[in-house]
């Protein structure tokens, strides 16, 4: 201690010059802040290999739709001039931010009129031959009076089912004047196409403001008509929307953080001095650990949305070290001692107990690195970096800073609120430790009986409960679901990779055979491959339509409706007339004449095609839902495996779905591990504290019932575990159990006599620690992301549970299992833990010889 005294300023200045480049790494990391979904899973998982193999092949394919409610039907035509406008003006945007623009599908339909006989599938152009020939039989047979049944009622004409399966490939039979337009939804819209395929949100987000700039340029959807309203749809707004919502509750909570934490330790302190005492060293160490985590061997470069907020959570957590070692300064200093002699008291009696807190913590942390689960992993590393460099510069800078900051001529006073709340909970607690014995008893075993349901039940694996809370009523959400009504599919296809054109036709055949019955059946609303525009079996199929139109006789077409009839003269072409020769069948198609926007997915950036399958979902099923996205994913893995047999690879299936079900799996996988580590070095680091004594099952006994009242209460309250929330269980393990180790370790350094004594000793500092640390996750709580709001509200519950049982249960169990005599004034030496448990004796207790400083009862340091 008198060494950093003597050197302070060189220390303090050495401290300053490494912040400034820690400074400037840090500040790129949050530059670089990610929302991109597959930054929280390894670079090795199938779905983010396939996202980067598509992204190196594919340009387009994720689409920002401008949707306008016209409020009335009448209102249709203005809404079309207003995105008539706005469309002008989008496609002077570059080409690297735009590809397309459209308002209605003239181009495909032009295309898929012109060529309709080519492009269905032949075994769809048997199936109409069928049903004609069914007709003509039952005709024959009626007329010749051979039918088995007279009463039997003629084959219909009806080719419905095979008209609707090829509507969808235009967007539905609902969309008007060749428009993105509904009058019946009073909805009309404007899809944009990006130039580049990107699950984050850096480019998503410069779009949209281009976007609305020009929106308020024209002076809004209301300058063309009143009652309109405009609201933007798709991946691209997806993106943006979520990074909004983070970017926003991070700067929010950080704020926040900050001032209450502030106010808390002023008013705890009643020393303003002593707010620059803690913050300006824990600051130096969320530099220091941000800084560091970016550099080899840990390499994280950007923040994403697990990682965003450990500024604040470093705060919350480090500030504990700081917070034990003022207070065992400051009750120096009311004892009369000097500046010099308080802080040596404060170092030397407090280095073991909070480089025993920091261990804890630390090995919390770092059992998320083991995860593959690269948010985990990045949350570990920053986590543990923190827990180490906040213990560092508490011990290092902060002593120096408190002999400036301390001039010594009066003693710094203290708020003494928390110790009279601490003696009143410690005398209740003495008063009646049978009666807490017994609740704790009655509630843990109702937590038993509640967590024995306890399993992947409890994961949470509907997505949609973890975005923005404002999204299903006025954001993406809302305005997603009008979108994908109006057009009866979704925009942005799933992606199945393969390596040449044969691969993707043995795909694309195991796929439709998979479509054609359940879970598929209802999962796909479209399949599309390169082969479906320009058909390879065209001499086929146009053999199988001179039959058709020869099948095609008067009486035939009589009996049809006119509007069926003049359906399937556009796809058969005009029937023969008697005695005339048939029509020559139409050129083939040339890739040439393909519209450009029906070979998006199709064909890649160097020109080939036919080499990927474009899988649609359909709308009508729960995306957001895990079990949907599992199954999906699954059944197309497993198709994808086709071109194995002809020598290949098998193919990658790429898009969201994809990263979803890999985080699903990831979080299943490592979740339970990570819990396990956590609670392993957990317990390691208080075997070194206790040695083996009978203390040792006390304090993990505390932390255990603790972390089991959490898990039951997230079963009451319909908590579900998230890729978000889930870290706030190996968080609880290495936080939580530092508030045992208080009490026991005052208690053991009492000479096992005084359970009150530890209560009230260790009170202020440990409920300060607790305050702190509850600031920094309750700062979560006004989070719009829905998966972060349910991180803080488990890691508050998880603190609130460790501390009770740390301050009430474990007292009352310890005066239950050693009546001790008479209460002696209290003196606490947490940190001198080690040297308490080498005094204990074979029955895992100290002997009652105390030789230990008196200390005010009011205030401990924990």
Known sequence: MAWTLRHGALLWTVAILLAVPAGWRTVRLYQHLRSDIEELLPRNAPSVVAIEELRRRMAGLQYLGVMVDVGRPENIPAGERFLDDLAARVRRYPRSEVSDVRTGYAAERAFVEAHAGSLIALEDLTTIRQRIEDRLH?????????LLDENEPAPPLNFGDIERKYASQLGGGDLERNRFSN????????????GGFSTGASQAAALIRHVQADVRALGGPQHYAPGMRIGLAGDVAISAEEMAALVQDLTLSSVLVVVAVLLALYFFYRWSRSLPAL??????????????ASLPPFGVTELNSNTAFLGSIIVGNGINFGIIQLARYLEARRNGHSVEDGLAIALWGTRWGTLSAAMAAGVAYASLVAMQFRGFRQFGVIGGLGMVF??????????????WLDRG??????????GRIMGAVARTVAARPRLFVVLAAVLTALSLWQVRRFGRDRLEYDFSRLRRRDTWTSGEGYWGKRMD???????????ILTDSQAEARAVAARLRAEASHPPLASMIASIRTYDDLVPPDEPAKQAELAILRRKMTPNVRDNMPAADREKLDR????????????????PPIRPAEVPEVMTRGLRERDGTAGRAVLVYPNPAEGWWRGETISTF????RQVAQAPVALGGRPARVAGGPALSFDIISSMERDGPLASLLAFLGVVATVLIIFRRGLATPFVIGSLVIGVLWLLALTIVLRIKINFVNFIAFPITFGIGVDYAVNVMARYLRDGARDVAGAVRGTGGAVGLCSLTTIVGYSSLLIAQNVGLFLFGLLAVFGEIACLTTAVVVLPAVLLLVRRSPPPQPPSLDWDEATRAAAEIGSDGFPSPTPAARPVPAERGEG
């Open 183 to 194: 009058r019946a939804l009073a909805s009309t819209l404007m899809i944009i196409e990006v």
């Open 409 to 418: 001529r009066h003693a710094p006073g203290a708020h003494r609120s928390s």
């Open 571 to 586: 796809l058969i072409g005009p029937p023969v007339q008697p005695g005339s020769a048939a029509a020559e069948p139409p």
């Open 279 to 292: 913050f300006f060293p824990l600051a130096l160490a969320a530099l220091y650990a941000f800084g560091l």
């Open 633 to 636: 994913v699954k059944q197309l």
């Open 390 to 403: 906040a213990w560092v510069t508490t011990v290092v800078l902060m002593p120096p800073l408190l002999s």
């Open 138 to 146: 039952w005709e024959y047979a009626k007329k010749t009076g051979t």
């Open 485 to 495: 009504t109006l057009l009866g599919r979704y925009l942005t296809p799933t992606v």
